[in-house]
């Protein structure tokens, strides 16, 4: 356990509407990310974080923004939700202050964009 | 860049028997971490086992062990002694090793695995 949470943990939403999940962690790691999880695509990189204001784009970053105002908390919003951004959402967390070390994940949030 | 293949979308095994997951990618890099991840039907994403590319020796971890080959570019996943908590979803995944801070896990499409009782 890497003191990992994220909330919602289940959200349904309607298109067009904005949505921000929230991933919060309890033990001061440097690097954190977001991954989205489809059928047929594993996880995938949506954006990550290397500090406090510090972020930058992963592969599917299109329609998505992030934000961390705070070592402990890291923020995805999809500005105007649409059906395929449907998916379940990870964060993760690379411990021991180095990038290339493993990355422990969150326990997830479904979002349902009808 | 880096791609990661699972050609075994399913599997399934008798409790208690020995089963491999096999996993290939592709990469220019030299220097990389391969994992594989465990994911039950509670979507918890479970670390089973890292691998160092510059590491000759295979990592275990218990009851699962790795057979990595540098130069076939393949890291399969062994779990002998089979349990029912075994069934899951197993992702094999790659990062490179250049500590830019832009590393990132790519990861297969994954081997849905199941232990029969």
């Known amino acids: 356990d890497a003191g990992i949470t994220q909330s919602p943990r289940h959200k349904v939403t309607e298109t067009g509407t904005p949505v921000t999940l929230r991933c919060h962690q309890t033990e001061n790691h440097r690097y954190m990310y977001w991954y989205r999880q489809d059928p047929g695509h594993g996880l995938r990189l949506i954006h990550y974080s290397y500090g406090v204001k510090d972020t930058d784009k992963g592969e599917v970053s299109d329609g998505y923004s992030v934000s961390r105002s705070k070592t402990e908390d890291f923020l995805l919003t999809l500005e105007s939700a649409t059906s395929s951004q449907t998916s379940v959402y990870f964060c993760a967390i690379s411990e021991g202050g180095k990038p290339q070390e493993t990355q422990y994940f969150g326990p997830g949030t479904r979002l349902l964009v009808l | 860049a880096q791609t990661v293949t699972q050609s075994q979308p399913e599997m399934s095994v008798q409790e208690a028997e020995t089963v491999t997951l096999s996993c290939t990618y592709d990469t220019s890099e030299n220097n990389y971490y391969l994992f594989w991840y465990k994911q039950p039907p509670s979507r918890q994403m479970i670390l089973v086992i890292r691998?160092?590319?510059?590491?000759?020796q295979n990592a275990t971890e218990n009851r699962f062990s790795v057979n990595f080959q540098k130069a076939a570019k393949s890291f399969s996943l062994k779990i002998s002694d089979s349990q029912l908590g075994d069934t899951a979803m197993y992702f094999c995944?790659?990062?490179?090793?250049?500590?830019?801070?832009?590393?990132?896990?790519?990861f297969g499409t994954g081997t849905r695995l199941t232990i029969i009782p």
């Open positions: 691998q160092e590319a510059y590491k000759q």
């Open positions: 995944a790659f990062m490179k090793s250049r500590g830019f801070g832009n590393e990132k896990l790519t």
